[in-house]
């Protein structure tokens, strides 16, 4: 079964960069099997599509993110990543790694909280 484990700082100064990993057990993340997808929740909010990396390490991110936020991955450590610049207090949430099954099997991390805060 796969398993996906968030990780990153819980508390983060409005301006900074966010970086969160994502660290995938049970299948390679070198696999075409998956998008291994980022997806946020504000509080109060419903779920929030931040990007997604495939397995030649194409990106696709939100528009209204893609001038701040990039993913990437490193096959050596079974990871994908996420970096958000200029964090603002709006993107305090709960984030989510997602392996988005390309044949109907998907999986979720039990997701990272994220606060911007001064």
């Known amino acids: 079964q796969v398993r996906l484990q968030e990780s990153g700082p819980g508390l983060v100064k409005p301006s900074q960069t966010l970086s969160l990993t994502c660290t995938i057990s049970g299948d390679t993340i070198a696999t075409d099997s998956y998008y291994w997808t980022w997806i946020r929740q504000p509080p109060g909010k419903g779920l929030e599509w931040i990007g997604c990396?495939?397995?030649?390490?194409?990106?696709d991110v939100s528009p209204t993110l893609r001038n701040r936020t990039s993913i990437s991955r490193d096959d050596d450590k079974n990871a994908v990543y996420l970096q958000m610049s200029r964090l603002k207090v709006e993107d305090t949430a709960v984030y989510f790694c997602y392996g988005d099954g390309v044949q109907g099997v998907s999986y979720w991390g039990h997701g990272t909280q994220v606060t911007v805060s001064s």
């Open positions: 990396i495939d397995n030649t390490g194409g990106t």
